[in-house]
């Protein structure tokens, strides 16, 4: 009889032996496929959530007297707009999200109010995101809450800014910032409106580091900035990077380092338990083989062969299991990337080599006690 008839005819008769463990196998995979799926939404919803705090890097030029620019919230020096452009097609920058804008106070109806012109984003060749910044069709303004407050300025209005008409597509909520008292238009418009054709004061993004310190972000954004921009200085909203990095810190441990490890241990605990009561039960049987002549390989290789099988077939019921919790459950959970969560068939892949190599490594043990019994002593004792 061949080790394969031989496994069968074991499951066969020790059926509740092997749906225990097929069952520690499958809850495994589904637990891992379903964290690595949700993990994957998760992971997308933290960048969402965190992008939405806004872009976090500030580059104006070198010569910047910054006791004024934080008195003012712009810079009195200018700098070419191409400069974003180079930034973008400079591969050893590491941000995305690039935005050139121009700023200056001017006086508009009786009011002091910052004139804001933003850029729509600019990417690096060859990539695409979407914006976090709202895109401002040209001939149009978006108002903030104090100036429409102050005016009495309604939604659809035209308005004159310094010899320039143009129409109000958005009176903005309030911020508490000093947006609440800008007006925010396209930067062509906005160099049209100051005489300031191609210049810009101010260029704003997002940095893509995962370093744990700010300082060592900061230091390695103006060594690389240094490469390309040598007239230019950057800086870092200090707390929303801080949130950014510790939010992507925290779910990337909480994942490596509690719930991939608890769940590999409990079941490989639990399979080999189960394994070693398999061996207790089947002494006499392993006796009477081991008396006709069945070597310790052939007797290995019932036991792993058969939680070798319980691996194939527990990492693809887990799998599918796993697919199934999470997209039922991933998107009640993660509502802003619901539509991303999708099944991951990679993770087949993995769990059909790593589920039967944990079922074998759980059985190691007892199948090791299994060969080395004496069938004498055995037979004796029984």
């Not at 992971?43 to 500030?58: F, V």
């Not at 700023?103 to 109010?113: E, L, V």
Request: aromatic residues 8%; neutral net charge; charged residues 15%.
């Amino acid at each position: 009889m061949t080790t394969f008839a031989l496994i069968l005819k074991e499951i066969a008769h020790r059926k509740f032996n092997f749906l225990l463990s097929l069952l520690a196998v499958v809850t495994a995979a589904a637990l891992f496929v379903s964290s690595v799926t949700t993990g994957n939404a998760s992971n997308r919803e933290t960048t969402r959530l965190m992008r939405d705090l806004g872009l976090n890097l500030r580059i104006i030029p070198v010569d910047t007297d910054m006791n004024k620019f934080w008195t003012t919230g712009y810079s009195e020096f200018t700098m070419p707009q191409k400069y974003v452009h180079d930034l973008a097609r400079y591969r050893g920058f590491t941000s995305n999200h690039l935005t050139a804008m121009l700023r200056r106070q001017i006086s508009w109806r009786g009011y002091d109010a910052l004139l804001m012109g933003i850029s729509p984003e600019v990417f690096p060749p060859g990539e695409k995101k979407p914006p976090l910044v709202y895109e401002i069709d040209p001939g149009t303004i978006y108002l903030g809450y104090q100036l429409v407050q102050n005016l009495n300025i309604t939604r659809s209005q035209n308005v004159d800014i310094l010899g320039h008409t143009f129409t109000v597509a958005r009176c903005l909520s309030e911020t508490g910032t000093i947006e609440d008292v800008a007006i925010q238009c396209n930067l062509a418009d906005a160099q049209k409106i100051l005489e300031m054709p191609g210049l810009i004061n101010e260029i704003q993004a997002i940095d893509c580091l995962c370093l744990t310190s700010a300082q060592e972000t900061l230091t390695q954004l103006r060594q690389e900035l240094a490469q390309v921009l040598p007239d230019t200085k950057v800086f870092q909203l200090e707390a929303q990077a801080r949130a950014r990095r510790e939010q992507r810190v925290m779910v990337q441990q909480y994942f490596l380092t509690i719930i991939l490890p608890s769940v590999i241990v409990v079941s490989v605990i639990w399979i080999g338990v189960l394994a070693w009561l398999n061996v207790r039960e089947r002494r006499e049987e392993i006796g009477i083989l081991r008396a006709l002549g069945y070597g310790s390989p052939k007797v290995a290789s019932l036991f792993l062969g058969k939680a070798l099988l319980i691996g194939v077939v527990g990492a693809l019921l887990g799998f599918l299991l796993g697919t199934v919790l999470a997209l039922q459950f991933g998107p009640e959970v993660f509502r802003v990337t619901a539509q991303a969560i999708k099944p991951i068939y990679s993770l087949l892949v993995w769990a059909v080599l790593a589920a039967p190599a944990l079922a074998a490594f759980a059985s190691l043990v007892p199948t090791m006690v299994a060969v080395t019994q004496d069938p004498v002593l055995t037979l004796r004792q029984e």
